[in-house]
């Protein structure tokens, strides 16, 4: 495989929102196996998990797991959104809201016994998927997601803007 100047690397985040990050685990288990092509191909623009610098300016594809819980974390997915060419929803979290939106389903009772801590923590009243926030452009479930998958997904990406 030919190398690839910075400039022509496709840029990458990955953000992690209400979730457990069982899918971070499982793409940098998956990096192990594919770092020597991946570093030749991606810029890891900003990936907290791999990074302390990370730069927050544009993205080819923006990664985001885990559900919105919060009107920061909505006003993050909207500028995540504003500023990369593809969105991936990954885990049950991003493209479900569920687990993390459990409290969703509570009865009134339930509801009205943690208000005090939704409240606390400026909570919105429910929890949402990311595509009920902005546009997704692919999905990749599971919890945690199947490896295989979010292989298939991310060599899908890579073709269609490589196509360009």
């Known amino acids: ?13 990955w953000f992690s929102f209400s979730c457990c990050e069982d899918n971070t685990v499982v ?5 192990n196996d594919h770092w020597e092509e991946w570093k ?8 907290r998990v791999l990074k302390s610098k990370n730069i927050m300016d544009s993205f080819d594809i923006a990664f ?11 006003e993050q997915v909207t ?3 504003g500023i990369s060419k593809k ?3 990954v885990g049950a979290c991003a493209i479900t809201g569920l687990p993390s939106g459990q409290r969703n389903n509570f009865s009134e009772e339930q509801k009205a016994s943690i208000d005090f801590l ?35 997904k991310v060599n899908g990406l890579v073709a269609e803007l490589r196509a360009v």
């Open 118 to 152: 939704v409240t606390r923590f400026g909570g919105l009243p429910s929890v949402k998927k990311v595509s009920d926030v902005v546009k997704v452009d692919v999905e990749i479930p599971g919890c945690p997601m199947d490896p295989k998958v979010f292989l298939e």
């Open 64 to 74: 985001i797991e885990g559900a919105m819980a919060g009107p920061e974390q909505e």
């Open 79 to 81: 500028k995540i959104r």
């Open 87 to 89: 969105l991936v929803a």
């Open 27 to 31: 793409m940098t288990e998956v990096m």
């Open 40 to 47: 030749q191909i991606f810029d890891f623009r900003h990936v």
């Open 1 to 13: 495989m030919p190398t690839t100047t910075p400039a022509n690397k496709i840029k990458i985040g």
